[in-house]
Every structure is written in structure tokens, then in C-alpha cells.
């Protein structure tokens, strides 16, 4: 089974640039998460999503931040401008989204360095 | 506050050494726990879902004091490929997640 893809792997831009990131989950998995990984640090969730639907978003800057999953199945972050915090791993997880199955799986990331 | 906390690390133990480390959550509605592992430069792994009534898989137990908001993982008989940063994960609210920022271990010869 295919795991969770992310592409790109690596971005490097400019500051005020915009990037995007886009994440394909687990076949059939309903949840899908957006987190930032700062070095030394645990993932901090961005948002989620019950397949089309952002239920918790309350973490994403949204003056610059912006996501959608459209048809409930792969979904893009978008940061725009990018600022040279916003530096670090992007990374995606899914999970099947049913009660006592909420083992989360990552995909690789996207480690994006903002200059 | 933070609502789950780690100790960083990191914790240098020789192979075969038994290590525990803990995780304090803050929010009394947590439901769900779980130890990720998280190797240097890749994505985490789920290790092991913790239990109220404790579990155990192999060399690796996790346990869960709910009286005192915590949760423990020990590993017995540590290997060098235990290397890595361990993450503790409270989960409420169906599906609302936070985690720690890690405990690093490095098993060393």
C-alpha cells in the first residue's frame, strides 16, 4: 500500500515569494493534517480536515496561510508571502478518521528555507 | 503552559541500559496517547499506543497515569537503533491532537 506523498520534497525561495505544498494521504483515509517542524521541536498542527472539511484551522496563520482539499482526497498548503520564520518541515499525515483507528502516517515532509 | 511536555534530552545510555522517559499532558480530556519515533531527518513512526491499563510490545512498555497526567515508555534493553526522538502525543475531542517536542535518545556503544 502506498504511503503518504508529499511533494516537493525540498523548496527553497525568497522571501515575499509564494510556495505550495501538496500532500496525496493514504487511500480511503478520511483525516487528513498539515503540521510545521521546527528543528528541535515536535510537529505543530496546522489544520485538519474530515475529508473536504477544515475542522481545526484554529492554529493556521491565516493572514498568510491558506489550505483546501478538494474532493475530500489530496489538498495544498499555500504560504503567501513567505517570511523567513516560516522556515522548517511541512508535514502531512492521514489517518482513516474512525473511532479507535487514529494512528496517524506521515508522509517524508517538505523542508522549505526561506531566504 | 504547554499541554504536552517533554524532557528534551538528550538521554546518552549504553546498549543494554533500560531508559524511561515521562510526558506530562495538561488537559484532563485527554482520551487517546501514543509514543511516535522520529529518526534524524525523517517523519515520525507510530511506536506504540498507550493503554489505561498499561501495554507492553516487546522491549517496549508505555504507561498511563491518568491520576497524575502522565505517561511514561520504557525501553529495556537498549539497542544502538533505538536512536532517535521520541515523541508523546495526547489526543481529545475526537481527533484533536497535540504533540511534545521530543526526547531525544542516543543509545551509544
Known amino acids: 500500500e502506498a504511503g503518504v506523498v508529499q511533494s516537493p520534497r525540498y523548496k527553497i525561495i525568497e522571501k515575499k515569494q509564494p510556495v505550495a505544498f501538496w500532500c496525496n494521504p493514504i487511500s480511503g483515509h478520511n483525516t487528513l493534517y498539515w503540521y510545521r517542524q521546527n528543528l528541535g521541536q515536535g510537529p505543530e498542527l496546522l489544520i485538519r480536515y474530515e475529508n473536504e472539511e477544515a475542522v481545526d484551522d484554529s492554529q493556521l496563520p491565516k493572514d498568510r496561510f491558506s489550505a483546501e482539499r478538494l474532493k475530500g482526497v489530496d489538498s495544498t498548503l499555500k504560504i503567501q508571502p513567505a517570511e523567513l520564520g516560516d522556515s522548517a518541515v511541512y508535514l502531512c499525515?492521514?489517518?482513516?478518521?474512525?473511532?479507535?483507528?487514529?494512528?496517524?502516517?506521515f508522509g517524508p515532509g517538505t523542508r522549505l528555507l526561506v531566504l | 503552559r504547554k499541554e504536552v511536555e517533554q524532557d528534551p534530552g538528550p538521554f546518552n545510555v549504553p546498549e543494554g541500559a533500560t531508559v524511561a522517559f515521562n510526558c506530562t499532558y495538561s488537559?484532563?480530556?485527554?482520551?487517546?496517547f501514543f509514543w511516535y519515533r522520529q529518526d534524524c531527518r525523517k517523519e515520525p513512526k507510530l511506536l506504540m499506543s498507550?493503554?489505561?491499563s498499561g501495554n507492553e510490545d516487546g522491549r517496549f512498555t508505555a504507561q498511563l497515569n491518568r491520576a497524575s497526567q502522565y505517561i511514561s515508555l520504557l525501553i529495556r534493553d537498549s539497542k544502538l537503533s533505538d536512536s532517535a526522538t521520541y515523541l508523546c502525543?495526547?489526543?481529545?475531542?475526537?481527533?484533536?491532537?497535540?504533540f511534545g517536542t521530543g526526547t531525544k535518545l542516543q543509545v551509544i556503544p
Open positions: 488537559n484532563s480530556a485527554s482520551q487517546s
Open positions: 499525515a492521514s489517518s482513516p478518521g474512525r473511532l479507535g483507528q487514529e494512528t496517524q502516517y
Open positions: 502525543v495526547a489526543q481529545w475531542s475526537y481527533q484533536k491532537v497535540t
Open positions: 498507550v493503554y489505561s
